[in-house]
């Protein structure tokens, strides 16, 4: 029986991911371990989608500090508010979330704020507030890193480069977004590194998933980006041959299925972003 296992047999749920993942981690760290995954010596970052959101409201606080305390890497969404304030939220409306229409562009971050971000997720998070981006980048710990993912458009960059500047831990700060444009514009004006995000799309007959086109690779290339950042459905190993080969660094999004996983970390993706990433880095050592 291994370390972990004994933890696991422990302490059993979803609910214990955050306690076994900050025992189990302060023993490896105090014992020295560093462990593969799946065979594979090849470490692979492990990204807590919207904070740890399997246990705690997506982009709040606790889902955020509750990654750090996983030992993962956090990425969180952001959009601009009418006074110009960078907020932390997925969605351009407070609807999904609150239960309340707002559209994020047309109110105030005072407005924004009033509303209840935690309660859809348990009583325990009652009250929990949208967070600014600048409380968020005061939480970084040492060694990890925070992925923004622009939800928006231009207009969010200026204030995004003097957030980043005045929070001091630019270092320590990826950018990630959809749009071309708008990353290829960040990349030109922060300078940090910076991944073109991209979806899977799936056949009208059969539905099923659409490889990944090779040639998106060449696409960061010319636009001096970084890297893909890309849903894992439509990964193959001539998609990640491709990226490697043009010296560009390879992500994927969002996996909880561990056997994914671990084919994903097979085929040598360079970080897998999660909702659960205390659990499936677990599953995927097994």
Known sequence: ??????????????????????????????????LGVSGCTQPVEIIAHRGASYLAPENTLSAV???????????IDVHLSRDNQI?????????????VDLKVHE????????????SHKGP?????????????????PPGR?????????????????????????ASQV???????????????????PTYWLRGTRKTEDTEEWIPHDPNWVQSVVDRGLDGLDVHYAGVHQDFVAKAKAAGQRLYVWTVDDPQEAKRLVQLGVNGITTNRPGWLRQQIRR
């Not at 109110?107 to 935690?118: I, K, P, Q, V």
């Not at 960059?157 to 831990?169: C, I, N, R, S, T």
């Open 1 to 34: 029986m291994t370390l972990q296992t004994e933890f696991a047999g422990h302490v059993r749920g979803d609910v214990s991911e955050a306690f076994m993942n900050r025992q189990w981690l302060v023993l490896m760290s105090a014992l020295g371990v560093v």
């Open 65 to 75: 500090r509750l990654g750090w305390e996983m030992h993962a890497d956090v990425e």
């Open 87 to 99: 907020v932390v939220i997925h969605d351009a409306s407070t609807k999904h979330i609150t239960g």
């Open 107 to 118: 109110t105030t971050s005072d407005e924004l704020r009033r509303l209840d971000y935690g």
């Open 124 to 140: 325990q998070f009652a009250g929990e507030t949208l967070p600014f981006l600048s409380e968020v980048l005061d939480t970084i």
């Open 145 to 169: 890193k925070l992925y923004i993912e622009i939800k928006c458009g231009k207009e969010i960059l200026p204030f995004l480069e003097q957030a980043v500047m005045d929070g001091g831990k």
């Open 174 to 192: 990826v950018i990630i977004g959809f749009d071309l444009d708008t990353v290829t514009s960040a990349k030109q004006r922060l300078g940090l």
